[in-house]
Structure formats: structure tokens, C-alpha cells
């Protein structure tokens, strides 16, 4: 899944900041020099991944999700919404209409022998 593997790249960029910031206190100047570039490019990367993070996290169902037999996570709720006139979606004046409101639950579905 693209949201674990970015949670593990962005936690292995802070041990790894953790390990440099440990390492620069022992090294000479010029090393110091060194790592504190490296570090800077580390925080390009660590915003970055933080921005993927926050993203994609917000995609998920919440934890809370109704889980179905197979794993798959279902959203507890959402809204019918109908598109209510003929302006692009783009436009400010478009207008959208909620139909109604649902509310899951996940079901145990019975096995059929073959």
C-alpha cells in the first residue's frame, strides 16, 4: 500500500536525521559541514513525504470502518450527491445537491460449498 510505504520511508528519513544530528556532535568541522548539507537535503525530502503522508491518510476510511469477511475496509458513511444545474464543475456557481445520507455495516456473507 502507497500510504505504508511512504510512512516508512518518511520514519526511516527521521531515524536517519536522529543518527546525523548524534554523529555531528563526534566529527571534525568539515564533516560536521558535510552532514548539516545532507540534513538539508533530508528536509526537502522529509516536507515532501510529510505532505504524501497527510494525503493519502486522509484518502483511507477512518479506523473505525465497518471491515468486511475479506479485509476490505468499508467507509461508516457518506452522502448521495446529484449534480443540481449544467454549470461545468469547475465554476464557482455549480451546484450540488445531496439526494440523502447512508450508513454501512459490514455483514458476514455464508460460504456455498462447491
Known amino acids: 500500500m502507497e500510504y ?12 536517519k536525521t ?3 544530528k548524534d ?5 571534525n568541522l568539515l564533516e560536521q559541514f558535510g552532514t548539516f548539507a545532507e540534513m538539508f537535503g533530508d528536509s526537502r525530502k522529509y516536507d515532501a513525504l ?19 469477511y475479506n479485509g476490505c475496509l468499508v467507509a ?12 461545468p464543475d469547475w465554476m464557482p456557481t455549480s ?3 445531496i439526494f440523502g445520507t447512508f450508513s454501512t455495516a459490514a455483514v458476514d456473507v ?4 462447491n
Open 50 to 68: 510529510k505532505a504524501k503522508c497527510l494525503q493519502l491518510g486522509q484518502q483511507l476510511p477512518p479506523e473505525s470502518s465497518p471491515k468486511a
Open 76 to 87: 461508516p458513511n457518506g452522502s448521495l450527491v446529484i449534480k443540481g444545474n449544467d454549470s
Open 95 to 97: 451546484e450540488y445537491l
Open 23 to 27: 554523529n555531528v556532535k563526534d566529527g
Open 4 to 15: 505504508q510505504k511512504s510512512l516508512s520511508e518518511l520514519e526511516a528519513l527521521i531515524q
Open 110 to 113: 455464508p460460504t456455498h460449498p
Open 18 to 20: 536522529k543518527e546525523n
